[in-house]
């Protein structure tokens, strides 16, 4: 009885981390961007704003679409919420894991973005059409670097579970400075671009560019739908920082708030560092976005090759 | 001091790399000086950290002659040659970069058939310097610029620079140093040809003669 | 001091023909130069010098018969630039200045006893010689010089990552010191040094301009004026393949000789193949000759493929390689200079026009073609013997057949051009006496090479070959 009541404390817990802290992240990106703008910015709280105004307000839907449509702004949250429960966050383990759960993530992740798409066919719209087969094709690129990275990684910590992968095995590999990890992190985060539609890839702040992937899918998306993707997003964008930040520091120093302390400090810097990625570079021209999955493909490829060399 | 060795490596590989994949000679040629600052800081991480004279006055003549001049050499050819600054692949950016990885494979696998019979610095070194001259032969081949041409065969060679640096007390360092400046003198004798080649061309052109290159 | 004497005073030579002055004055300081350089190898052959700088200049029998020869090459290219320079006059201060410190160069090639130092020089003789080919500056000779340029710089740059495979392989010695690598040969590690050879032989092989890396060498001699031409084809390649004797000397100490024979024997049978099948249809002098070096490169690899007299065939085809190619190429720049193209349908019926021109084309045909009495037809000779002692029946008989059809491409073009009907209208007629004395001295010491060896010359030859352990 007490085990399952644990279980539910430590699920809450996840829950209440990521869905509290989550949309600030965005908060932060904005405001970094518009310190290097040389403006104030908004808010960091403007995203919560944003979100509770969205929660307020009632869905519109075209008269074309179908359940699918109405289902996918759920289905997204959903894996999300339960995506949130695979990833450790710095001491707070993963309360779902199991030898093998590295493949539910990359395709709980591969879900979404499933319903994504087929919502924005669902539309009957070419605009969206056109971001859906974007979307599909740039996807297509990242989650082959990014299972080779997690091939990699699982090489390195002969273990097929996320939280065994960038968990505690991970320390002894950095103390040797190991350069395999470097090329893991600077391919994984090219991953994280991609996947999250930050800048080098997509410019999440633009809606009227017949270049942009993942904005255009949503376009038809109103009031609490709209909310959903939204919340959806900055939770995909927390685990992937959540991930690199495990990887990158992987310090346990044994107080439970020293650790914490470092990990959502991580978490933050990572958002401080994409803010300033964006702000230094401009968006790539969409044949040169494949060749930054490329890239990072390639880089995962030679981590592969380096550690099965070693082997 | 074998890990920095180690990433050097790493990144040389992954400049090589880049290199592949990148559209502007500008752009090529600042990656091929970044890759021969990194190589010229290797002597100094190999004896432990313990920096001889010998050592230092090999890292910095690397990186004078093939960080510096060399870059430079090239730069100014570009000023120079009137040409649009595009690389013309035969093969196009991302199927160079997946043969270069598959290239990078392949000189891994090589590499396990190779024992190499003393201590080396690195284990890195000798995979590393074969993918980085397997890279620059690709650019070599797959790039029809003349300068393109030149940069290949610049990685090549610090590509080989790179697997020397693994056997530095064999050569006496007078040999090394003239090893280093006839690369640079190629290089400079290189521009030089394309100059003039240029210059013809820019001859034939105003007088409507125009052969081909490759024409013969 | 005498070998860094040798190999600074050219250097010191080029720097003063780098000053303004006249074409002519600088033709006639290399001739010096090469006078100077020619009486001192010359006295060699009675005191040979003790070995240099620690050891890394020794002249030994081999060093000594490339040096003769690229003595008698500078020579001659030196005093048939005398009168070249009479009717050419484009400035010659990169010309000469380049030749003199190729001069340098393959001395220091010749001298050499350390494997990456001579990498270093052979390196710098492909520099050297890149600008000479482009003394025309034309878009051909341009593009000639480019994939020269290319093409050997990678080639070389194979032979260097060899080279470190040797350092790798003699890691117990520590040194790339010949002697040093020879006599610790048991120490050497066989799969190291298998792949040092590969590397080392494809490298130095490109520079020689052996079949399948020979592409660079009809454009580069087709375009370059035939003094140049004679210097590579002649001296540049038959340094490479110093290079590969050092190789051989190795292999023959670690038991690897029958690996590298085999290899060798490969390339050469493929040098042979390679021009024989092209010369069948060339309109073009000077690319002919440039096909007629590879097979000559190739009978050299051959020969030292399948040691025993094979080496001594080798060494002696060096001298008359270099003969033979003096007298071709030679002629084919005068009559360049003459008719401003060496290709069929400009030149013609040269008999008509220039009989001494005519008769020595036709003795470049016999001697380049290695017939009798020219010394190439005894070294030939000597190889394709080698290959029968060796029970090498089917390479015997390819040999000769590849030789014949090479013999009916090129007799051909050159009859083709000899006899044809003259070309109008003709150019004015004029013969260069300087020219013509080079030629017919180069012929003359051919045929008598081929009639009567010197008992010096067998002696040195001997002793060269015994060094390869023939």
Redesign the interface.
């Known amino acids: 009885m007490s085990l399952l009541f644990n279980k539910a404390v430590t699920f809450l817990l996840h829950w209440l981390v990521i869905g509290a802290l989550s949309p600030a992240l965005f908060g932060v990106i904005a405001r970094v961007k518009a310190f290097f703008a040389g403006k104030k910015g908004p808010s960091l709280l403007q995203p919560y704003f944003d979100l509770a105004k969205l929660f307020r307000k009632k869905c519109v839907y075209s008269s074309t679409t179908t359940w699918i449509f109405r289902a996918s702004p759920v289905v997204s949250l959903a894996v999300m919420l339960i995506l949130s429960l695979m990833v450790p966050f710095g001491r707070f383990r993963a309360p779902v894991q199991f030898p093998g759960d590295i493949l539910l993530v990359a395709y709980l992740l591969a879900l979404g973005r499933f319903f994504m798409i087929l919502a924005a066919l669902d539309t009957g719209s070419s605009f969206e059409g056109m971001g859906a087969s974007r979307e599909a094709f740039f996807s297509c690129l990242s989650e082959l670097a990014l299972f080779m990275n997690f091939i990699t990684l699982s090489l390195l910590s002969e273990s097929l579970s996320l939280s065994r992968m960038i968990g505690a095995d991970i320390p002894m590999s950095w103390k040797g400075l190991d350069p395999v990890l470097l090329l893991v992190v600077g391919s994984f985060f090219i991953v994280l671009l991609a996947e999250n539609c930050r800048i080098p890839v997509d410019d999440p702040d633009t809606h009227l560019e017949l270049t942009m992937i993942h904005e255009v899918m949503i376009l038809d998306h109103s009031g609490v739908d709209l909310g959903y993707l939204l919340y959806a997003s900055a939770m995909k964008l927390f685990l992937f920082f959540a991930i690199l930040v495990s990887i990158i520091i992987p310090v346990r120093t044994g107080h439970p708030a020293v650790d914490t302390g470092i990990f959502l400090g991580g978490v933050l810097a990572m958002a401080v560092l994409v803010g300033i990625v964006e702000s230094i570079m401009a968006r790539l021209r969409l044949n040169r976005v494949r060749l930054l999955l490329l890239i990072a493909f390639a880089l995962a490829f030679f981590s592969l090759i380096v550690t099965l060399w070693r082997n | 001091m074998t890990p920095w060795i180690d990433v050097i490596c790493i990144l040389a590989v992954f400049l090589s790399l880049t290199l592949l994949a990148t559209h502007r000679i500008v752009g090529m040629i600042k990656i091929f000086a970044v890759q021969s600052f990194f190589l010229g800081l290797v002597p100094l991480f190999l004896h432990g950290g313990i920096i001889a004279g010998r050592d230092l006055a090999v890292s910095l003549v690397t990186m004078v002659l093939k960080a510096g001049l060399v870059p430079a050499v090239l730069f100014w050819e570009l000023r120079h040659i009137s040409m649009r600054s595009e690389v013309r692949p035969i093969l196009g950016l991302g199927a160079s970069i997946l043969c270069g990885a598959v290239l990078i494979a392949v000189a891994f696998w090589i590499s396990l058939a190779m024992k190499l019979p003393g201590k080396l610095e690195s284990s890195l070194v000798l995979p590393c310097s074969l993918a980085t001259i397997l890279l620059g032969f690709m650019t070599m081949v797959t790039r029809t610029r003349a300068v393109t041409q030149v940069l290949g065969y610049m990685v090549i060679e610090n590509g080989i620079f790179l697997f020397a640096l693994s056997l530095f007390d064999t050569m006496p360092v007078p040999i090394e140093m003239g090893i280093l400046l006839d690369i640079f003198v190629a290089v400079f004798v290189m521009a030089i040809v394309l100059n003039h080649i240029n210059e013809e061309f820019e001859r034939t052109r105003s007088t409507g003669r125009r052969p081909r290159w490759g024409e013969s | 001091m005498t070998l860094i004497l040798l190999i600074a005073v050219p250097l010191i030579a080029a720097l003063i023909v780098l000053l303004p002055a006249k074409n002519i004055f600088r033709v006639r300081l290399l001739c010096a130069v090469s006078l100077f350089h020619a009486s001192v190898v010359a006295s060699f052959w009675w005191r040979r010098p003790g070995p240099e700088l620690q050891g890394y200049f020794v002249l030994d029998p081999l060093g000594l018969l490339l040096l003769s020869i690229l003595d008698l090459l500078f020579l001659a290219t030196s005093f048939f630039m005398i009168g070249y320079f009479e009717r050419e006059h484009r400035n010659n201060r990169t010309f000469t200045a380049c030749i003199l410190c190729l001069l340098s160069m393959t001395t220091m090639v010749s001298v050499s006893y350390?494997l990456?130092?001579m990498?270093?020089a052979i390196?710098?003789t492909?520099?050297f010689s890149?600008?000479l080919i482009?003394f025309h500056?034309?878009?051909?000779s341009?593009?000639?010089?480019?994939k020269y340029?290319?093409v050997c710089?990678?080639g070389i740059?194979l032979a260097?990552?060899g080279t470190?495979f040797l350092?790798?392989?003699?890691?117990e010695t520590?040194?790339?010191l010949l002697p040093a690598i020879l006599n610790n040969a048991p120490l050497l590690?066989t799969?190291?040094l298998k792949?040092s050879v590969i590397f080392l032989f494809v490298g130095y092989g490109c520079k020689m301009g052996l079949a399948p890396m020979h592409s660079w060498k009809p454009?580069a001699y087709g375009q370059a004026t035939g003094m140049v031409s004679v210097l590579m084809a002649g001296g540049l390649t038959q340094c490479s393949f110093l290079a590969l004797m050092r190789v051989s000397q190795i292999c023959h100490k670690t038991g690897l000789g029958d690996f590298y024979g085999s290899i060798l024997i490969v390339a050469g049978v493929l040098s042979l193949v390679v021009p024989a099948v092209f010369l069948l249809d060339e309109k073009s002098l000077k690319r002919s000759f440039a096909f007629s070096s590879v097979e000559h490169v190739g009978l050299l690899v051959l020969g030292l493929g399948m040691g025993g007299v094979g080496v001594f065939g080798a060494l002696f085809h060096m001298i008359n390689n270099a003969l033979a190619k003096v007298v071709m190429f030679l002629t084919a720049g005068s009559l360049a200079q003459k008719y401003g193209s060496s290709r069929a349908p400009e030149v013609r019926g040269v008999i008509h026009l220039y009989p001494v021109t005519g008769i020595f084309l036709l003795v470049a045909l016999l001697a380049g073609t290695g017939m009798f009495p020219f010394a190439t037809f005894h070294s030939e000779l000597l190889i394709i013997n080698a290959s029968v002692i060796s029970e090498h029946y089917v390479l015997a008989g390819i040999i000769i057949v590849c030789l014949a059809v090479i013999f009916m491409g090129i007799s051909r073009l050159v009859l083709d051009l000899v006899y044809g009907k003259p070309v109008e209208p003709a150019p004015a007629p004029r013969e260069n006496l300087f020219m013509n004395i080079t030629i017919a001295a180069a012929a003359a010491l051919l045929v008598g090479l081929g009639l009567w060896m010197p008992a010096p010359l067998s002696g040195l030859l001997h002793e060269a070959a015994a060094l390869i352990g023939a």
């Open positions: 350390h990456g130092l990498w270093v390196e710098t492909t520099l890149a600008p482009s500056r034309n878009w051909k341009l593009e000639a010089t480019w340029l290319l710089s990678v740059a260097l990552m470190f350092a790798i392989a003699a890691h520590r040194t790339l590690s799969s190291w792949l454009e």
